[in-house]
C-alpha cells in the first residue's frame, strides 16, 4: 500500500491543465448525453470528469513505461 501511494502522491500536482480541461469537457460532454440523470447535475459532471482524467493518467503512465520511445521514431522516420 505504501508503495502504491508514493507512486501517486504526486499526480494530482503533475496533471497538465489542458488535461484537466479535456477531462472536464469531456465529463460534461459524457453528462450531456448520458441517458440516465440523478438530479444532480454539478456533481455528475465533477464525477465524470474525474473518471476521465483517472483514466488519461493511467493510460499515460502505462504508455510511458511501456512505449520504446527510439524504436517508435525510428519507425516514423522509416515510413513503417
Known sequence: ADALASR????AAAV???????ARDTGAR??????AKSGNDAEER?????????GLV???DRLERRLD???TAA????GT
Open 46 to 54: 465533477r464525477v465524470l470528469a474525474n473518471a476521465v482524467e483517472f
Open 30 to 35: 459524457i453528462h450531456a448525453l448520458a441517458p
Open 58 to 60: 493511467a493510460f499515460t
Open 69 to 71: 520511445v527510439a524504436a
Open 16 to 22: 497538465a491543465p489542458a488535461t484537466r480541461r479535456f
Open 8 to 11: 501517486f502522491a504526486n499526480v
Open 75 to 78: 519507425d516514423l522516420a522509416a
